[in-house]
């Protein structure tokens, strides 16, 4: 917690600046770039099938299983630094590459991706695919099922401990005033107000103070995974109460959700910290209070 809260302190001190535009990328974009060195294109799936039957030409394939882990029990949990810098250099990344994702589920999947990269020290140089596949195919852009061996690459790690924020970093913000930190839940309205169960044992409801800001609301719409216009987004995070010197910290159920408002707080400029545990972990210590209805 001591690494969370210092790092913290420093960020805060910066005001929001934004939008960081680079770290979205448009299908024009893309298309511009499918033949440069220094673009890789990683296509994030949970089954090598969505691959197979059309990606991207030149995309190569990254599976959920690499870059995430259980462990003691817990769901999306981060591997080891190595293993990470391994299933990257492995998929051609280096530290001149522009990392360019997309994948499934309008694009949760690419954003645990991104939120991977950015705690290797990579995210800087990684973007999203606006629209993602689903953009792409509707212009009538071209798909291939063919697989393009990469060419290893060496990608020198630069972790970022500070962007993962804890069990007892939250506890810690429980039933006090903070001004400084804002906990989003990520999650559909409908959970966050307690009306569906989740986890095990299941338990409804969300992290005293939290405040909902789903994530799908940043969208178009589900049958046209665009971004919002900037101007709109920030409207949805300062109505949450998201503010320049204030740290968010994104949650849902078990990291995936809360790794799109990430990616979008960051977008933005915000400082933010992804609480990898999420209710996953809250949920099962029974003296973690969860509450339920809207926030008072």
């Known amino acids: 917690m001591r690494i969370f809260w210092s790092a ?29 060195p220094e673009v890789v294109v990683l296509h994030v799936t949970r089954d090598s099938a969505a691959y197979l039957a059309g990606h991207i030409p030149g995309a190569h394939l990254l599976l959920w299983n690499q870059f995430t882990v259980t462990r003691d029990g817990l769901p999306v949990e981060l591997p080891p630094v190595a293993e990470l810098v391994a299933c990257f ?32 020290g990579h995210g800087s140089h990684a973007s999203l695919l606006d629209g993602g596949l689903e953009k792409w195919r509707t212009e009538g852009r071209p798909v291939s099922s063919a697989e393009r061996i990469p ?10 401990p500070e962007i993962v924020a804890h069990f007892n970093d939250v506890r810690a913000l429980i039933g006090k005033s903070n001004s ?13 107000l307690g009306r569906k169960a989740f986890g095990n044992p299941p338990r409804a409801g969300h992290i005293p103070g939290a405040v909902s800001l789903y994530w799908m609301n940043a969208l178009m719409g589900p049958q046209n995974p665009v971004l919002k216009p900037v101007a709109e987004l920030r409207r949805l995070f300062q109505q949450a109460g998201a503010r320049p010197q204030r740290k968010l910290i994104a949650y849902c159920g078990v990291g995936v959700q809360a790794a799109y408002v990430y990616f979008l707080a960051r977008y933005l400029g ?23 209805g809207p926030q008072d």
Do not use: I, M
């Open 151 to 160: 060419k290893r690459g060496r990608l020198t790690p630069k972790p970022r």
């Open 180 to 192: 400084r930190v804002l906990l989003l839940d990520a999650r559909p309205r409908e959970e966050y």
């Open 8 to 36: 913290f302190l420093l960020g805060a001190a910066c005001l929001a600046q934004g939008p960081r535009t680079g770290l979205v990328v448009s299908t024009d974009w893309l298309a511009a770039h499918l033949e440069d």
């Open 89 to 120: 250099e492995k998929l051609g990344v280096s530290d001149r590459s522009h990392v360019v994702l997309y994948g499934d589920n309008l694009g949760l999947a690419a954003a645990r991706a991104w939120f991977t990269l950015d705690y290797l």
């Open 270 to 292: 915000y400082d933010a910290a992804l609480y990898d545990g999420s209710l996953a972990e809250w949920g099962r210590v029974p003296e973690a209070p969860l509450v339920t």
